[in-house]
């Protein structure tokens, strides 16, 4: 069921006052900036979503449930570069100045009015069913690992690796479309520690001392990325005895998991006594967040979000758009941790890293 009520702000967010949130980690522009002349930084990034014109051309117009769709995707490409070269001319055009929201949400916006709901929807199920078959090896292997340190941290590591099958980024749109992905041999290739930002040490020795009664994980893509990343460590949540909240996506966006795929995809997992590999999963919910992007503004949530979150004392966000792009430094009321992959040059160039570098950011309530 889509979410149809007023959208609220995320109750764990600290109000804009005391933490000058904004949706967008990068600063595209400064207030002494002309507000009629594109900047560097606005550039560089209408030229990002720019490169990923054609990947979702050729997306859309292999959508079959959508009538002459290969002349709608043709519409899509000529529609959305318009307005991206609109803003190089006046980033004050199409509501901007722009940023990774307004960029995004206008490529979503003409993809909708064309009829196209979800054209990465086929390789989002195949992943699944591939993801769904690896599920209970992945789950012996972190079981097998009998220090608790080293277990989160490979459950850590497994988020990374399936955080790579995002084809919201032209260059991974490529490598998967040649050559798939492998979610163990992305385990072993991650780059190596430290990383750009890297509280993983941090975070083992508070897993050791600590427990957190409810957590909040934002999560990201489908595939690998959800199904061997996020549930085996939220399985490991559970076991500690922790509630978790797994929020997911009201509509369709690239190849992010929706709400009802999430629901399909626990309940093909869980055994016949409500089970994921004999931990219970009674404390597992699973929230529609009403975002409906593969990013986040946190000021703008479900009511049933909202109210799940509002004693929770951990929340995690998954993934380049939402944890690094608009959230990274969003300061929070509890526990947070900020968890993805960087790929986009410009985001590693931001950060001082490399390319498919990682972020693992883990703030403690008291650090603000």
């Not at 014109?53 to 899509?76: G, N, P």
């Not at 590591?157 to 992305?186: H, K, P, Y």
């Not at 385990?187 to 020795?205: E, G, N, Y």
């Not at 949530?301 to 929340?315: G, H, N, R």
Request: aromatic content about 8%; glycine content about 8%; charged content about 25%.
């Amino acid at each position: 069921m889509e979410s149809s009520s007023a959208m609220v702000p995320f109750p764990l967010l600290m109000t804009p006052i005391e933490s000058n949130y904004r949706a967008c980690t990068i600063p595209y522009r400064f207030d002494s900036d002309n507000p009629r002349k594109a900047t560097p930084t606005e550039i560089a990034w209408i030229d990002l979503f720019l490169n990923s014109v054609q990947s979702f051309r050729k997306r859309a117009e292999s959508d079959t449930t959508v009538e002459d769709a290969h002349i709608k995707a043709e519409k899509f490409a000529q529609r959305y570069t318009e307005i991206l070269e609109d803003f190089k001319k006046d980033p004050q055009s199409h509501g901007g100045p722009p940023d990774c929201i307004l960029l995004c949400r206008l490529r979503e916006q003409i993809l909708r009015e064309l009829g196209f709901r979800d054209i990465f929807k086929k390789v989002k199920d195949d992943e699944n069913a591939k993801a769904i078959s690896l599920f209970g090896g992945v789950i012996q292997l972190n079981d097998a690992i009998e220090d608790g340190g080293k277990r989160v941290e490979n459950l850590i590591r497994g988020i990374l690796a399936g955080n790579i099958f995002d084809l919201g980024s032209a260059q991974l749109s490529e490598v998967f479309a040649r050559d798939g992905m492998s979610f163990l041999a992305s385990c072993q290739t991650l780059m190596p520690r430290p990383w750009v930002i890297d509280d993983l040490d941090l975070f083992k020795l508070k897993w050791g001392r600590k427990s957190w009664k409810k957590a909040v994980i934002f999560v990201d893509n489908s595939g690998a990325d959800i199904i061997l990343g996020i549930l085996p460590f939220a399985r490991e949540l559970l076991r500690r005895g922790t509630q978790v909240v797994l929020a997911a996506n009201d509509l369709p966006s690239i190849n992010d998991v929706t709400y009802p795929e999430l629901l399909e995809i626990v309940s093909k997992l869980k055994d016949e006594n409500g089970q994921l590999m004999g931990v219970d999963t009674s404390g597992l919910l699973i929230a529609n967040s009403g975002n409906d992007l593969p990013v986040i503004d946190l000021s703008n949530v479900s009511q049933e979000l909202a109210y799940l979150a509002s004693d929770a004392d951990l929340v995690i966000l998954e993934g380049m758009g939402r944890g690094i792009e608009t959230n990274l430094h969003a300061h929070l009321k509890c526990d947070s941790i900020k968890i993805g992959m960087v790929k986009h040059p410009e985001v590693a160039q931001f950060l001082g890293g490399r390319l498919y570098d990682c972020v693992f950011k883990y703030n403690e309530a008291s650090n603000g």
